[in-house]
Every structure is written in C-alpha cells, then in structure tokens.
C-alpha cells in the first residue's frame, strides 16, 4: 500500500534550518503533486509548498516564499523540504501529502498522508 514516512523534524532556534524528508512508496508519483502541509496546535491545517513530481514544478504560500525550499529526488522517491530562517510561527506538526497532479493548495484535493514530524521554534 502506499506509505509516505516524514522524518528531520525537531527543535530548532529561531534563524535556524531543518531539513524534512518524505520517503514515499507503494505506487508510481509521476503523475502526482506532492505536498507539504502543516498543523499548528489549535489552528487548521494549512498549505505549505507543492512539487509535480513529473517536473519539478514549485510553488509555495506567501509566508514561507524565500526561506522554504520543496525539491524531490526521482532516484529515491523522496520529496524534501528545506526550512531556513526559521521563525517561532513555524511550529507545527508537518505533513507530507500525495495528490492528482490537479491538486493545488486544498488538503481536501490530496489522497495520501504521512504520520506528521513536529517542528519546534524556540524564540
């Protein structure tokens, strides 16, 4: 079945990197967005960044436009989000999501979810 495992989540100060990596398996994704997503305690769950696996094509929400960086790596069927510039608003449980290539920013539009790896930025 299809499986998509997070991982690189932690603690971090504020300025600092994380990376977090989404190891994807079960199925074919070239023919699928992947996303990522995020959770902060009492909030809803909000879009992030997205990469169409077929051609590496980007695109991200305003807040995180110059800090976060979504790539993928076919070879390993891995999607990887780099965090810099960390700030305390960052922290939440993250969310890697697979969808239709049609897919864009709604969760609702992504078929598959992995388990969440928390983030924490302290200030």
């Known amino acids: 079945q299809v499986q998509l495992v997070e991982s690189g989540g932690g603690l971090v100060q504020a300025g600092g990197s994380l990376r977090l990596s989404c190891a994807a398996s079960?199925?074919?994704?070239?023919?699928?967005?992947m996303g990522w997503f995020r959770q902060a305690p009492g909030k809803e769950r909000e879009f992030v960044a997205f990469?169409?696996?077929?051609?590496?094509?980007?695109y991200y929400v305003d807040s995180v436009k110059g800090r976060f960086t979504i790539s993928r790596d076919v070879a390993k069927n891995t999607v990887y989000l780099q965090m810099n510039s960390l700030k305390a608003e960052d922290t939440a449980v993250y969310y890697c999501?697979?969808?239709?290539?049609?897919?864009?920013?709604?969760?609702?539009?992504?078929?598959?979810w992995g388990q969440g790896t928390q983030v924490t930025v302290s200030s």
């Open positions: 990469i169409t696996w077929s051609d590496g094509r980007t």
């Open positions: 999501a697979a969808g239709l290539r049609t897919a864009g920013t709604a969760s609702s539009r992504y078929d598959y």
């Open positions: 079960g199925r074919s994704f070239s023919t699928y967005k």
